[in-house]
């Protein structure tokens, strides 16, 4: 099945991935690449004249919502332009994104699919910024899914796992490790005594912990957006991630708060106690506990 597909970024001439989607449109001439800032709703509507000029007679069959902003800390610890910029990214970028695209794929009968994280259901203490957007990226989707009946509009929700090192959100331990630093180095010398220069090795040994656990192939995401743009009956949840956050996922849904509440703290000190150590001192000790 042949598409010809936009494909929105932020840098369009410097990115690695960027000019290899270039360089696909130059061979195929069905890939087109659009600089655009989901947060800017001047890139957007430029983005919308340059597709309705270049549509196939058919229009546009889907939209994939893919841009995303990551932040990791305490919410006390993130400043309020820091959780506004996540915000604007993950949740008023989608929605501005899918109001400017909406008549053309109402016209087509289409598909929205929005790439939310498994983060969407079960809130990690150590991302709050980042779960309350994907919390309201579930809400949006949610509600826009039944707006959309009427039309035979079908809206996907993808739910990933941890997927850092595979989508380059950080560059590595050194970049997570400088980020948790800088926020707590902003933090008003009252806030830093109340927490404890631990809570600090906490989060730094957390950062490096999930990098480290994190999946390198992203192939279950990908197919799961091609098959919630090209299945007759797609689902409407994708839950791409590890047996042991499925099944989190679903004890939160379920179970007493207390008692996911309790599994939660668990978990969170059995990897510390069973990796912390290594992961802070470097793959040296790493190999020497092995």
Partial sequence: MEFTVFACCLQHEKSDTALGLLKLGARTGRMHVIRMD??????????????????????????????GR???????????????????????????????????????QGRIVNVSSILGRVADPF???????????EAFSEILRFQMVPFNVKVNTIEPGNFLSAVNITAGIDSVNATTRSAWDQLDEPVQ??????????????????????????????NAMSDALVRLHPKKRYIEATRLDKTFAYCVRF???????????????????????????GPETIHNNG
């Fill in 38 to 67: 989901v947060t800017s709703q001047e890139d957007v509507d430029r983005a919308l004249k340059f597709v309705e000029m270049r549509l196939p007679k058919k229009g546009l069959w889907g939209i994939v919502n893919n841009a």
């Fill in 70 to 108: 990551y932040r990791a800390g305490f919410l006390e610890w993130l400043s309020m332009e820091t959780h506004e910029t996540v915000s604007s990214v993950n949740v008023l970028g989608v929605m501005r994104v899918t109001k400017a695209f909406l008549p053309l794929i109402r016209k087509s």
């Fill in 127 to 137: 991302l709050g910024a980042y779960c309350i957007s994907k919390f309201a990226l």
């Fill in 193 to 222: 005594k109340d927490y404890g220069k631990s809570s600090l090795e906490r989060q730094l040994r957390i950062g490096e912990l999930r990098l480290a656990l994190s999946d390198t192939d992203i192939s279950c995401v990908i």
């Fill in 255 to 281: 179970l007493p708060t207390m008692l996911t509440n309790r599994l939660r703290l668990l978990l969170h000190n059995q990897l510390l106690n069973f990796y912390g150590t290594a992961f802070l001192f």
